[in-house]
Structure formats: C-alpha cells, structure tokens
T-cell receptor, first 112, second 114 residues
C-alpha cells in the first residue's frame, strides 16, 4: 500500500516563490507525478520524477529524493491563476496497472 | 483528437437507480483509468484497462460497480442500485504506454444521488 502526505492549505503572494512538499511511503516506487487542479475542473499533469534530483519546466520545478520518500513542487513568479489544488501522486512498482495513488492535494491561494 | 471526453457532465439520480457513464480516451492511448473524487480528497482509483482487458479493480469497489472497454476504445462505468455515498465526481483518464507522460483526465461526470 501507499501513504501520501501533503499540507492541506498554503497561501502565498503574487510574484513570490512557494514550495509544496509531499512525503510518501510505498512498498515499491515507480515514479512521482504532480498535477494541478483548479476548482471544479479535472487535474492536469505538471511533472514527473523517477530519479533523484530536480526537474525544471518553466516556472515550475519538481524535486525528488527516493531515499527520503520526499518530493516538492516549486512555483516561481506566482500568478493569480496559480491558485489551485496541487496533487502529488505516486506510481506503485508492484502493479501491472501503472496506476497512481494520489494525495489529498494542497490548496494554494495566491494573494495580490 | 480533442482529449478525453466524458458524458454526461452531470447526473442526478434517485437512490436505487442504475447509472452509466461513458469515457472516450485519446485514441493513441492504450491505458484507461477510472477514478472517483469527493470534495477535499484526491482521486481514488477504481479500475484500469489496458486495451480491452480490465487488469485491476480496486477492492474498495463493491459489486455494484462494473466497467467495460469493448474493443479497447471507449469505456463505460455502471453503478447499480445507487446509494447516497456514491455521490462524487467520476474521472476518466488515459495515458500512453510511456509513463513519463502522466494521465490526461477528462472533465469528469458529477453524480448526485438524492
């Protein structure tokens, strides 16, 4: 089984940088994903990490430490439209499905 | 291809009735997933298809739930004898074989059981 923890809520200021943490415990790790979900909409894929280190994609970066069971999503130059829920999801190696288990999400509010 | 399509967007049904939802994945994607999401929670895995084969089904899913993917194209999710606890957003997602691409989700079907 898997257990994924993220903070429930975070608040940040427009133009600032925010880091959203995710810790996980899994019997077999096969990749970690971050998704963004605006209220009332479906999640959209942001990033994927399977090896340790930082993956950068524009204003968003994602970091993974497999030995610590830890990841973070870094959002730079925050914009009002970044207000959303950010979901951490872990893929289990011990399954043929390639399915991901999701955390409950971190609701980010960006203020002017 | 315009992405993953789900129909209907909203469904209100009386307790005890049967409902069926449809998902049309991205045509190049051989993997299809159904998830359920309630307010304040992350998506919860229901079932998975690779092409037309249903390879995994959550043990949390009662026998009132069934899913099909005939010919490996669209998929349907049926809930029989609905209960109020079934009220949720039902999300369909598809992905190609390469896992690095993550899921592409449909807009979901919001089910309300009254």
């Amino acid at each position: 089984g898997q257990n994924i923890d993220q903070p429930t809520e975070m608040t940040a200021t427009e133009g600032a940088i925010v880091q959203i943490n995710c810790t996980y415990q899994t019997s077999g790790f096969n990749g970690l994903f971050w998704y963004q979900q605006h209220a009332g909409e479906a999640p959209t894929f942001l990033s994927y990490n399977v090896l340790d280190g930082l993956e950068e994609k524009g204003r968003f970066s994602s970091f993974l430490s497999r030995s610590k069971g830890y990841s973070y999503l870094l959002l730079k130059e925050l914009q009002m439209k970044d207000s959303a829920s950010y979901l951490c999801a872990v893929r289990d190696k011990n399954t043929n499905a390639g399915k991901s288990t999701f955390g409950d999400g971190t609701t980010l509010t960006v203020k002017p | 291809d315009t992405g993953v399509s789900q129909d209907p967007r909203h469904k209100i049904t009386k307790r005890g009735q049967n409902v069926t939802f449809r998902c049309d994945p991205i045509s190049e994607h051989n993997r299809l997933y159904w998830y359920r999401q309630t307010l304040g929670q992350g998506p919860e895995f229901l079932t998975y298809f690779q092409n037309e084969a249903q390879l995994e089904k959550s043990r949390l899913l009662s026998d009132r739930f069934s899913a099909e993917r005939p010919k490996g194209s669209f998929s349907t999710l049926e809930i029989q004898r609905t209960e109020q606890g079934d009220s949720a957003m039902y999300l369909c997602a598809s992905s190609p074989p390469r896992q690095a691409y993550g899921y592409t989700f449909g807009s979901g079907t919001r089910l309300t059981v009254v």
